[in-house]
């Protein structure tokens, strides 16, 4: 490769990168943190509730330890795996009010065990598409 075509190809990676992170945010959202292996930003992922960095394909968060949640029982062992299905649920998330998805999310964290069945019964939909 020529040294012009190199730095082309550079630039073109770089903007393919960039691109790839922007639509990374319909899924979660890059934190302030980096990662101890790499360097790398960690990755916030809405639908499991869960940390992890998506270069080193590493979860940061361990699972709640509850059989039945849904954000946790159902997330896949590896970040890109989970990345891959968002891109399958990303058609259908467009009908889905973005912000009752939030709200749910935030509810994980509160916990409870009326808010826990909301859940399950909202994670059996989106199964559904899969
Ligand atoms: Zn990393
Ligand atoms: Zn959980």
């Known amino acids: 490769m ?12 770089a903007k393919q ?18 990662c101890q292996i790499c360097g790398g930003n ?8 869960a940390d992890c960095c998506i270069f080193c394909d590493v979860w940061y968060t361990s699972d709640c330890e509850e059989p039945n949640c849904p954000y946790c029982a ?25 912000k009752d998805w939030l709200r749910q999310n935030y509810q994980h964290k ?11 019964e909202y994670i059996a939909y989106y199964n559904a598409f899969k």
Request: proline share 3%; charged share 40%; no cysteine.
């Open 2 to 13: 020529t040294k012009k075509k190199r730095k082309k190809y550079l630039r073109y990676k």
């Open 17 to 34: 990168e960039s691109m790839k992170r922007k639509s990374m945010e319909r899924y979660g959202s890059w934190m302030n943190f980096e």
């Open 42 to 49: 960690l990755f916030y992922f809405h639908r499991y509730d």
């Open 74 to 98: 159902a997330r896949p062992s590896a970040p890109s795996e989970a990345l891959y299905y968002e891109e399958l649920f990303f058609q259908d998330r467009k009908n889905i009010d973005k």
């Open 110 to 120: 509160k916990d409870g065990e009326h808010k826990h069945q909301q859940r399950i």
